[in-house]
């Protein structure tokens, strides 16, 4: 799905065999490190998982270019399959297309709402030629994820992650994270 | 099998493992293709990432000098993602311009190159000033950048497209930040106004040696065909914050060359200083 920045895949690549199977449902288990709810697979990193000749593939995609979870990613699905007993992991990164918050599963949704961090509306579409230029904060609806209310306002479109952006409630008076469009 | 932890399972039969800088630490492109397409000139190509990935790599540096200092927590960490943000491209670039020629990796650019063969653009290596220099530095880098790399999503190399498709999502948010903040400065106080007026004259002189077309101009965007874009959206900022667009000279180069022919400016080498130090003193440092 993601073939044009990885390597073109072998002819003996395998991703419908049970064992191709078995070796996804491993890595679909790995979650990820700063939101620990949520597998990669729940937050749209997790690209791709095939065999071939023994060798399992796992192929990551970045949120953010400079996510510093990457790395821990990458060891984190590696120590998990090698747990499994698969020795021979290799994992690939892909750029393109970049990750879009609308890749986030709607379990994925689901399970941040329940942690208390408001998952993201659909994307902005992407534009071709020059970006639009945004003068006044982004007026969106997004509800409180710890009572429900409509009444929020953004804080700051930057938060503790590279991928949340900082809102309050104004009904409940609760500060919350939002991971944003992107 | 039976690893204690995830780091011993990584490092088991490697001998090198090493963090922060080394080999440890992995690359950004690891996976990746990274091929250059035909037609495409090597050389070419790694003078244009290193150009872009050393005005990531200063201006990251220089954001992340802001940490601590700035006025509300809010900012603090709006200015650390947006440092981040840059560093994370500039890995990505760096990785690219060694990829794409022989010669040392992305570690040792970043660490172990002299001041004139750092290629980034004056503008980001410059002293910092106060908030409203800050505000205009971050609308005049990231509204040039951004007008870039949207162009650069057709180039003929599908690692640059790709690592600028994922760019313009984050620059697009470092603008938007900026030019706010330049209409909340120009509409607030009489100082507010001074101050932000005061930073867009500090910064004014680097301006024009973005558009500079330079050796590499022919293998993707040309800065020089961005310079329209880049003057309406200052105008229509600068319109909204009622801030006359500054009329200060440029500052020359030295016989016509700049920041991407490796000539820099007196503070460049107090930000190499502090960037480099630690590695330079421990090359082989592991941790
Ligand atoms: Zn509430």
Known sequence: MTAMATTTPAPTVDRISPAADAARRVAQ???????????????????DVWVDDGRVVVVITPTYTGCPAMDTMRDDLVYTLRAA?????????????????????????????????APPGPAPSAVTGPVPLVLTPTVRRVDCPVCGSADTVELSRFSATACKALRRCRTCQEPFEHVKEI | MGFDNAYEAITEGTDDARWAFGTGFEDPLAG????????????????????????????????????????????????????????????????RAAATSPGPGEDHLAFFRAEHEFRNVRLTEVENGDFGELIARLLVFSTWRLALFARLTEAADPVLVAIAAKGVKELTYHRDYAAQWAVRLGGGTAYSRERLAAGLDAVWPYVGELFVSGDAGGVAVDPATVREEFDGVLTQVLKAATIPVPEVPARPGVGGRYGRDGVHTEAMGY?????????????????
């Open chain 1, 85 to 117: 007993g698969y020795h021979d992991v290799e994992v690939r990164t892909t750029l393109h297309p970049p990750w879009s918050t609308d890749w986030i599963s709607a379990e994925g949704k689901r399970k941040l709402a329940e942690y208390g961090i």
């Open chain 2, 271 to 287: 930000v190499l200083a502090e960037l480099q130090s630690v590695a330079r003193a421990h090359p082989d440092g592991v941790w």
């Open chain 1, 29 to 47: 288990t790995v979650t990820d490190p700063e939101l620990p709810m949520l597998s990669l697979a729940d937050l749209g990193v997790l690209r």
């Open chain 2, 32 to 95: 990746i293709d990274t091929t250059l397409p035909d037609g495409v000139d090597a050389a070419e190509l790694a003078t244009y990432c290193l150009g872009l990935g050393d005005d990531a790599l200063i201006m990251s540096h220089r954001l992340q000098q802001w940490c601590t200092n700035l006025p509300e927590l809010e900012e603090e960490v709006a200015i650390a993602n947006i440092a981040l943000d840059l560093l994370g491209q500039a890995r990505l670039l760096l990785s």
